[in-house]
């Protein structure tokens, strides 16, 4: 169970010191605790200060969501149809507010870009942020067509001409963009199929706007200038299109051969929304211009109207279209409400704005060419959708950087809405009644919510395990890398989870084991699990094992029985030597009753079966346990012939002995070295008055013993004579040189074992779950 744990500290300490290397911009960090059914209840433990410079490191890509989100309802605003007095104001005031974002935000990633030039540059080509740069340039397309929508009625004709030139140079950059990101992910990265998301087609996100943009910028151009940019905006938005329609081949696949998003991150599945409705929203906007901009006889065809033509084949494509960008709505609208108990704010949330604001734009579109009053009445409902969505997100993205932003805020903004609804009923607008929503509301996730890395492996904890596997930038603590307030409060609803677990901070643990403690403990360990796996025998057969009688309770028995046992063997680097024999004792006791577990053949069948029947209601963190559990179990060897399984298990104990003798011999082997004064020149005084003076031959020197690392680092860090920083150095690295032997046994060994596993090396073994 925990042998592997306590191996590990051996081996760190005989490998010589570990310097800190912690990052000191890693400014968020998260205790979690749970053994209830519900494993996403837990709450984030928030630093107590950060920098500005700090938060200026964790300022990622996906923030420019927010302004891209903006921008987009500022555009959708400004086309929306059963307009009504002052609805142009509120359109302004959030392509102002979008700018006024895209400002903030680019000035604090050039200073990230300036104080951190290698995190800026890993993040352009980072597996996961690096796919949201596209978000950056879509932001500004955005911010051009609000230009065209509000600046160009109250300027000068110097607008539309400053518009154009920024309309080719934003083609340009996109299209370099679009081809360099997905080169970059080709050459350097390996992503699976699993893992396949919307956002991989956010590379040419940039280029899927400019349909729309040219749709609007066209009418005020000159003729010429116009036609160009309306073939430009064609080529360009078949380029994106055709790309997007690959990258929904993937993520459909991965829907249909894994699990749904964990649901902080569903929000993120309406991205696949916005390729077919800006698409459709810009095939049918050009279509519509074609009758002007097209050139009399521009496909050489004497005998029908050219523009005519194709403002048809324009108008039908996009009929065509939109109907797969509403059936994306659809599905991504059923996969957020099936989780949306276990919603917490994190980035994503902004995807129920941007990309549904391209389906909204493609409806508009359609009901001005259908002059359809249904459509239109149908378009206004899903732009107060979209403002709605719009202030949730807000507050709710304030409210992870600013924890104690309250409700007052909320309702203030819901109170600035109604009176905008009355000013639009009063003007004779026919808004549709929407449904009074209810007081429940989904949990804001603390801004230093984040993941810890577990490591070691043998019969690891699953369900924290699958916690690790979930992470990245935009599940969850993506808001981590933003702008945490120092010295916040917690929000809590009570102290205790479901379960009765206290949550952290816990009662410090106290170290006051004896040798019949430890023993007693060793017992309780064993009765804990051998009675959980005895009742799931008992009462589960084949036909009635589910993920919740057979994988939970395991999963409950071994997070409690580890938090006990995990306190335990920091004790070998206490003041206690009389323990060690019973650490030891109790780490092969728990070892033992590991594999006796992990070698029942009753318990592995419902394990197998469970594992098998790939159960596609499960959700990515119960299926991530499973199959770990599923993989731990495999690996014991439970499925060889009677006579490997023999070899295997005396190979698995002998390794375990190793690890014992390993760490007893450098527990108790202690190298002194003696210096005077002179040869510790350097060294603090506060240093050397902790050190004890030699006797015998080495009376007038102090005596070290450099198998405790504050003691050699104080020598090696600080003195100046390099004879006596070797001399140090060269008796730290001869402790326990009896080991030695033990190691190359152990290597022989281990080598053997993943042979008999079918792995050609331990390293393909024991990364076998982690490495792609």
Same mark, same amino acid.
């Given at each position: 169970?925990?042998?592997?744990?306590?191996?590990?500290?051996g081996?760190?300490?005989?490998?010589?010191?570990?310097?800190?290397?912690?990052?000191?911009?890693?400014?968020?960090?998260?205790?979690?605790?749970?053994?209830?059914?519900?494993?996403?209840?837990?709450?984030p433990?928030?630093?107590?200060?950060?920098?500005?410079?700090?938060?200026i490191?964790?300022f990622?890509?996906?923030?420019?969501?927010?302004?891209?989100?903006?921008?987009?309802?500022?555009v959708?605003?400004?086309?929306t149809?059963?307009?009504?007095?002052?609805?142009?104001?509120?359109?302004?005031i959030?392509?102002?507010?979008?700018?006024?974002?895209?400002?903030?935000?680019?000035?604090?990633t050039t200073?990230?870009a300036?104080?951190?030039?290698?995190?800026?540059?890993?993040?352009?080509h980072?597996?996961?942020?690096g796919?949201?740069?596209?978000?950056y340039?879509?932001?500004?397309?955005?911010i051009?067509?609000?230009?065209?929508?509000?600046g160009?009625?109250?300027?000068?004709?110097?607008?539309?001409?400053?518009?154009?030139?920024?309309?080719?140079?934003?083609c340009?950059?996109v299209?370099?963009?679009g081809?360099?990101?997905y080169?970059?992910?080709?050459?350097?990265?390996?992503?699976k199929?699993?893992?396949?998301?919307?956002?991989?087609?956010?590379?040419i996100?940039?280029?899927?706007?400019?349909?729309?943009?040219?749709?609007?910028?066209?009418?005020?151009?000159?003729?010429?200038?116009?036609?160009?940019?309306?073939?430009?905006?064609v080529?360009?938005?078949?380029?994106?299109?055709?790309?997007?329609?690959?990258?929904?081949?993937l993520?459909?696949?991965?829907?249909m051969t894994?699990?749904?998003p964990?649901?902080?991150?569903?929000?993120?599945?309406?991205?696949s929304?916005?390729?077919a409705?800006?698409?459709?929203?810009?095939?049918?906007?050009?279509?519509?211009?074609?009758?002007?901009?097209?050139?009399?006889? @521009? $496909?050489?065809?004497?005998? =029908?109207?050219?523009?005519? /033509?194709?403002?048809? !084949?324009?108008? &039908?494509?996009? %009929?065509?279209?939109?109907?797969? @960008? $509403?059936?994306?709505?659809? =599905?991504s609208?059923?996969? /957020?409400?099936?989780? !949306?108990?276990? &919603?917490?704010? %994190?980035?994503?949330?902004?995807?129920?704005?941007?990309?549904?604001?391209?389906l909204t734009?493609?409806?508009?579109?359609?009901?001005?060419?259908y002059?359809? %009053?249904p459509?239109?009445?149908?378009?206004?409902?899903?732009?107060?959708?979209?403002?709605?969505?719009?202030?949730i997100?807000?507050?709710?993205?304030v409210?992870?950087?600013w924890?104690?932003?309250?409700?007052?805020?909320?309702?203030?903004?819901?109170?600035?809405?109604?009176?905008?609804?009355?000013?639009?009923?009063?003007?004779?607008?026919?808004?549709?009644?929407?449904?009074?929503?209810?007081?429940t509301?989904p949990k804001?996730?603390?801004?230093?919510a984040?993941?810890?890395?577990l490591?070691?492996?043998?019969?690891?904890?699953?369900?924290?395990?699958?916690?690790?596997?979930a992470?990245?930038?935009?599940?969850?603590?993506e808001?981590?890398?933003?702008?945490?307030?120092?010295?916040?409060p917690?929000p809590?609803?009570?102290?205790?989870?479901?379960s009765?677990?206290q949550?952290?901070?816990?009662?410090?643990?106290?170290?006051?084991e004896?040798?019949e403690?430890?023993?007693?403990?060793?017992?309780?360990?064993?009765?804990?699990?051998?009675?959980?796996?005895?009742?799931?025998?008992?009462?589960?057969?084949?036909?009635?094992?589910?993920?919740?009688?057979?994988?939970l309770?395991?999963?409950?028995?071994?997070?409690?029985?580890n938090?006990?046992?995990?306190?335990?063997?920091?004790?070998?680097?206490g003041t206690?030597?009389?323990?060690?024999?019973?650490?030891?004792?109790?780490?092969?006791?728990?070892?033992?009753?590991?594999?006796?577990?992990?070698g029942?053949?009753?318990?592995?069948?419902?394990v197998?079966?469970?594992?098998?029947?790939?159960?596609?209601?499960?959700d990515?963190?119960?299926?991530t346990?499973?199959?770990?559990?599923?993989?731990?179990i495999?690996?014991?060897?439970?499925?060889?012939p009677?006579?490997?399984?023999?070899?295997?298990?005396?190979?698995?104990d002998?390794?375990?002995?190793?690890?014992?003798?390993?760490?007893?011999?450098?527990?108790?082997?202690?190298?002194?070295?003696?210096?005077?004064a002179?040869?510790?020149?350097g060294?603090?005084?506060?240093?050397?008055?902790?050190w004890?003076?030699?006797t015998?031959?080495?009376?007038?020197?102090y005596?070290i013993d450099?198998?405790?690392q504050n003691?050699?680092?104080?020598?090696?860090?600080y003195?100046?004579?390099?004879?006596t920083?070797?001399?140090?150095?060269?008796?730290?690295?001869?402790?326990?040189?009896?080991?030695n032997?033990?190691?190359?046994?152990?290597?022989?060994?281990?080598?053997?074992?993943?042979?008999?596993?079918?792995?050609?090396?331990?390293?393909?073994?024991?990364?076998?779950?982690?490495?792609?």
């Open positions: 169970m925990v042998h592997h744990t306590a191996h590990t500290t081996m760190q300490r005989a490998a010589g010191p570990t310097p800190e290397t912690t990052d000191p911009s890693d400014v968020e960090k998260q205790q979690q605790s749970d053994s209830s059914k519900d494993r996403s209840d837990f709450k433990k928030i630093p107590d200060s950060a920098s500005f410079s700090d938060r490191a964790h990622t890509w996906p923030w420019f969501a927010c302004p891209m989100s903006t921008g987009a309802l500022s959708v605003l400004a086309n149809p059963n307009r009504f007095n002052g609805l142009d104001t509120i359109g302004t959030f392509f102002i507010l979008a700018i006024i974002l895209f400002l903030i935000f680019t000035t604090f200073l990230r300036i104080w951190y030039p290698k995190r800026f540059i890993g993040s352009l980072h597996p996961v942020e796919l949201f740069f596209g978000s340039f879509v932001t500004v397309s955005l051009l067509n609000g230009t065209q929508a509000y160009v009625p109250n300027c000068g004709p110097w607008l539309p001409d400053a518009l154009r030139v920024c309309y080719w140079l934003y340009a950059v299209l370099i963009v081809v360099w990101q080169y970059v992910l080709f050459q350097e990265e390996r992503l199929i699993t893992d396949a998301v919307p956002a991989w087609i956010f590379p996100y940039p280029l899927l706007v400019v349909g729309p943009m040219a749709g609007t910028m066209i009418p005020s151009q000159p003729e010429r200038q116009a036609f160009d940019m309306w073939v430009g905006a080529m360009l938005q078949g380029l994106a299109w055709t790309v997007a329609l690959m990258m929904y081949s993520y459909t696949q991965r829907l894994g699990a749904l964990s649901p902080p991150t569903r929000p993120g599945m309406y991205v929304v916005g390729p409705g800006y698409t459709a929203a810009g095939l049918i906007s050009l279509g519509n211009q074609a009758r002007r901009v097209l050139p009399a006889n @521009a $496909f050489n065809v004497n005998n =029908i109207a050219d523009g005519d /033509v194709v403002r048809i !084949v324009g108008i &039908m494509a996009g %009929t065509f279209i939109i109907i797969f @960008a $509403f059936w994306f709505f659809c =599905i609208t059923i996969a /957020v409400i099936s989780g !949306v108990r276990r &919603m917490t704010f %994190t980035l994503n949330w902004w995807a129920f704005v941007f990309p549904n604001a391209g734009l493609a409806a508009i579109q359609l009901g001005n060419v002059n359809s %009053t459509i239109n009445g149908i378009c206004s409902a899903l732009t107060i959708a979209l403002v709605i969505m719009w202030l997100c807000a507050a709710a993205h409210r992870a950087i924890p104690s932003f309250t409700k007052v805020a909320v309702l203030a903004f819901l109170s600035v809405f109604s009176q905008v609804g009355e000013c639009a009923r009063g003007a004779g607008a026919r808004a549709p009644t929407l449904p009074r929503q209810g007081h509301r804001i996730a603390n801004l230093a984040g993941l810890q890395d490591q070691g492996r043998s019969l690891p904890d699953h369900h924290d395990q699958a916690r690790r596997d992470g990245s930038l935009v599940s969850g603590h808001v981590l890398h933003g702008i945490p307030r120092a010295n916040s917690i809590r609803d009570t102290d205790q989870l479901p009765g677990i949550r952290p901070p816990q009662v410090p643990h106290v170290f006051n004896t040798v403690s430890l023993a007693q403990l060793g017992v309780k360990y064993a009765a804990a699990y051998n009675t959980t796996v005895q009742n799931i025998l008992n009462t589960v057969t084949i036909e009635t094992a589910t993920f919740e009688n057979v994988i309770p395991y999963l409950q028995v071994e997070n409690e029985q938090a006990l046992l995990d306190p335990v063997f920091l004790q070998r680097l206690k030597p009389e323990l060690d024999d019973a650490i030891n004792n109790l780490n092969s006791n728990a070892s033992a009753v590991g594999d006796d577990i992990m029942n053949a009753d318990f592995f069948k419902l197998d079966y469970l594992y098998k029947a790939n159960d596609t209601s499960l990515e963190e119960d299926r346990s499973l199959k770990r559990l599923w993989s731990d495999v690996d014991t060897g439970v499925n060889m009677a006579d490997q399984r023999t070899q295997y298990q005396n190979m698995k002998r390794l375990i002995d190793i690890s014992h003798e390993f760490i007893k011999n450098v527990n108790t082997d202690h190298q002194y070295v003696y210096f005077t002179q040869e510790l020149q060294v603090p005084a506060e240093t050397l008055a902790g004890s003076n030699g015998g031959e080495n009376a007038g020197k005596e450099v198998t405790i003691d050699y680092f104080g020598i090696t860090s003195a100046v004579n390099e004879t920083r070797y001399t140090a150095q060269l008796a730290y690295f001869s402790q326990a040189l009896e080991n032997a033990l190691l190359s046994e152990a290597i022989d060994l281990r080598l053997k074992v993943a042979q008999l596993m079918g792995y050609a090396s331990w390293a393909d073994l024991v990364l076998k779950d982690d490495i792609a």
